[in-house]
Each structure stands twice: as C-alpha cells, then as structure tokens.
C-alpha cells in the first residue's frame, strides 16, 4: 500500500507535505526556549507599545538572518568558529542574567532604548538558529521547503514570545527556567565544536528543556491586590500586550 502511493504520480506532494510537518513541528519544539530567551531581552523595555515594536522589527531582522544561513548553510557549516561563537554569545547572555539577577534581587533592568534590544533579538535568534538550521538541513534538501518552515516557525516565536512576556508576570521561576534553557543549547553547541561525539541526542536536550519548563511553571507569583497602584501597572502591561 505505502509503495504505491509513493510511486504515485502524487507521491512529491505527499512526501513534501511530511517533510513540511516535520520541519514546523521541530520548529516549534525548537522555538520555546528561544522564544522566552526573546521575552526576557524585550521584557526589560517595561512598555508593551515597545515590546511590541521590539519583536517585530527585531524577528523582521532575524528572518532576514536566518534566510541567509539557510542558503548559506553549506558553507557556514564547514567554519566551527560560527557554531562557537553562538555558544559562546548564548553562554555570555546567561552568565549576564544570572550575575545581573544576584546582583539586584532579581529585578529586570530596565533597558535604555529600543535599539538596544533589536539587535540582540536578531542576534540570538541567529545563534539558535545555527541549531535548528542544521538539523533542518540533515531532515530535507530542498532549499524552498527549509525556507517555508524557518518562515512558518519565526512566525510561530514571535506570538509563542509574546506569550512568554505575560507568563514572565506570572510565574516565579519561568525565567531561571529559560535562561537554564538557553545554557543547554549553548553547551550543546560548544560540544559540537568540542568533541561532536559528546554532543546529546536531540530527544534528551528536548526532555531536559520540558523537565526545565515544568519547573519554570510549577510556581505562580503572588500577585499583589486588585487596588494596588502595581496590580493596575500590570494590568495595563497585560492589556498592552493583547491589543
């Protein structure tokens, strides 16, 4: 049965469209620790209109990014120095939350512009991107179907991170729990240039991200009273998101 549609004159279509499945779905699973990585840089604006305007001018600019890896992606793979400098530019913006975190009990630091953020959202878009890119490349060869679901999944990060900036409102250690997210795949990407032997099936980087995010979710932040002046600053910030 399997044969003869595969030898169909449809069998392209079908198999084309499974590739494509796959592709979103491993983009989708790809994108979560990217997208709260994103909703932390954006979530230091502490203005939804900027927060906004943030992610969408700085994933237009990642997508740009991400084109030009795809159709680069042949060439970038045979220089290891790319692979660790996302690690290492994935590494540092860890080590700057967690240093930052101790040094003012935790607070987001409020950022001094907009275009400070922009492109650090590209840029650690890209350094992920170095990741899903190459598993993407290994999936499929065609140039058109890797483009279509890179497309498909920045579009997916950019609600999936404005989702991330509420639920930072919302629970206690969502964040540690992204920035611990980012960590692995930053390890992950200097093992390959390390020794890619070591380097963890993408099935067990999956599970401990989902260990990491269920912990991430396991504590709410006790919200202050509804007639507090800072229950009606989050309230307004939350408005300002879904507009």
């Known amino acids: 049965m399997l044969d003869k549609i595969f030898n169909s004159p449809f069998s392209v279509g079908v198999e084309t469209l499974f590739l494509l499945i796959v ?4 983009e989708a699973v790809l994108a979560a620790d990217n997208a709260i990585a994103l909703a932390t840089l954006t979530r230091t604006l502490q203005h939804p209109t900027l927060e906004r305007r943030a992610l969408n001018i700085g994933l237009g600019l990642a997508y740009v990014f991400r084109i030009l890896l795809i159709v680069g992606a042949t060439w970038v793979v045979q220089f290891w120095q790319f692979e660790l400098a996302g690690a290492l530019y994935l ?3 860890v080590w700057q939350y967690f240093t930052t975190a101790e040094a003012d009990s935790g607070k987001p630091i409020q950022a001094r512009s907009l275009w ?3 492109p650090l959202i590209a840029l650690t878009d890209l350094a992920f991107s170095l990741d899903s890119v190459t598993t993407a490349i ?3 060869q065609e140039l058109w179907l890797i483009i279509l679901g890179g497309t498909i999944g920045v579009i997916a990060l950019r609600f999936l991170a404005g989702l991330f900036i ?3 409102q919302e629970f206690t250690h969502l964040e540690d729990a992204g920035y611990l997210a980012v960590a692995l795949v930053g390890l992950r990407l200097l093992l390959r240039v390390a020794s890619p032997d070591l380097v963890p099936p993408e099935w067990m980087m999956v599970s401990l991200i989902a260990v990491l995010f269920v912990w991430g979710f396991s504590k709410r932040i006790q919200l202050p009273l509804q007639n507090s002046p800072n229950a009606s600053k989050i309230t307004e910030h939350e408005m300002g998101l879904n507009e």
């Open 166 to 168: 509420r639920w930072l």
């Open 91 to 93: 590494l540092w913006l």
């Open 138 to 140: 290994a999936i499929s």
């Open 23 to 26: 592709l979103v779905a491993m």
């Open 116 to 118: 400070q953020i922009i």
